[in-house]
C-alpha cells in the first residue's frame, strides 16, 4: 500500500473515479438477473446512498476542510472558507438542476425537469440518465478533490486512506444506485444491455470529475479548503432534493431512513477506521 504514496495525485484520482465507476457498472449489470426490484428495496437502496453521501459530505469533506483553515492561520475567519463553499456547492448544483434536462426516478415523463425545449426531445430514458449522471458527477469531484489536496507535501499515509475510505463508500453507494437506475429502464421497455449500457454510462462521469478536482485542486493549493466545502455542498444538494424525496415518497418512509442510518454509519466507520 505504500507504493501509493509515491504516485501523482491526478493519477490516484483517476483510478479512484475508474473504481467507483466501476461499482456502478457492478450494480447495472444485476439487470441481466432481474427486471424488476420491489418499491421498497429500491428506497432502502436510495436511502442506503443519501446515508453515505451525508456521512461522506461531512466526515470526508467538511471536517478537513475544517482542519485545514485550523492548520493555516485564517483566524477568526476560519469558518469562511467551509461555509462559502458549501453554499457555493449547493447553488452550483442548483444551476444545473434548473438547466439539464433530467427526470428523477419513479416519475411520468411529464414531470421532466429542467430547460422545457429540450426535455421534449429527450426519451424518458435519456431523461434518467442525466438525473443519475448529474448526481455522480459532483461524486467524481468529491473523490477527485480529496486526492488532490495531498499534493504539495500533504501526502501523508493517514490522508491517503481517508481519500481511499470516501472513494471505497462512494463505489458501495453506486452499486444500488447503478442497480436503480438500469433495472426502471429494462421495465420500460429496453433491452437488458440498453438497460446495461445507459446504468453504466451514467458514472462516467465519476473519473472524468475526479481528474478534474484533483488538478485544479494541485494547480490552485490555495482553494482545497473551499473545494472540499464545494464538493460537499453539491452532494448535499443532491441527497436532498432527489434521494431523500425518493425514498420518502412511496409509504415506505421507515425502511427507508433505517437505510439511510445504515448508511452514514457505513461511511463514517470507513472513514474514522480508514483515516
Known amino acids: 500500500m505504500t507504493w501509493l504514496l509515491h504516485q501523482h495525485v491526478v493519477l490516484l484520482a483517476l483510478l479512484a473515479g475508474l473504481f467507483t465507476w466501476g461499482c456502478t457498472i457492478v450494480g447495472s449489470a444485476i439487470v441481466f438477473f432481474f427486471k424488476h426490484i420491489s418499491r421498497k428495496l429500491l428506497d432502502i437502496m436510495m436511502g442506503f446512498a443519501a446515508g453515505v453521501m451525508i456521512a461522506a459530505s461531512f466526515w470526508s ?42 427526470l428523477h426516478l419513479g416519475n411520468d415523463i411529464s414531470k421532466a425537469e429542467g430547460i422545457q425545449p429540450r426535455k421534449k426531445k429527450l426519451s424518458k430514458t435519456a431523461l434518467l440518465f442525466l438525473a443519475i449522471t448529474i448526481h455522480n458527477f459532483p461524486e467524481g469531484l468529491a473523490v477527485g478533490v480529496t486526492f488532490g489536496a495531498l499534493a504539495g507535501g500533504n501526502m501523508t499515509f493517514a490522508g491517503l486512506m481517508g481519500a481511499i475510505g470516501l472513494a471505497i463508500g462512494i463505489g458501495l453507494q453506486n452499486v444500488p444506485e447503478g442497480a436503480a437506475l438500469s433495472i426502471p429502464i429494462r421495465a420500460d421497455g429496453k433491452s437488458r444491455l440498453k438497460a446495461f ?36 455542498g453539491a452532494m448535499i444538494f443532491v441527497v436532498t432534493e432527489e434521494l431523500i424525496p425518493e425514498s420518502q415518497t412511496n409509504g415506505n418512509t421507515d425502511v427507508a431512513t433505517l437505510g439511510l442510518m445504515v448508511g452514514f454509519v457505513v461511511m463514517m466507520v470507513m472513514d474514522v477506521a480508514l483515516g
Open 197 to 232: 449500457y445507459w446504468g453504466s454510462m451514467s458514472a462516467i462521469v465519476e473519473p472524468i470529475g475526479a481528474v478534474m478536482g484533483a488538478a485544479l485542486v494541485m494547480w490552485m493549493m490555495a482553494i482545497i479548503p473551499y473545494a472540499l466545502a464545494f464538493a460537499a
Open 61 to 102: 469533506l467538511l471536517d478537513p476542510s475544517l482542519a485545514y483553515v485550523s492548520q493555516n492561520g485564517y483566524g477568526k475567519w476560519s469558518w469562511f472558507p467551509a461555509a462559502a463553499g458549501f453554499l457555493l456547492g449547493g447553488v452550483a448544483l442548483r444551476l444545473i438542476d434548473a438547466v439539464v434536462p433530467h
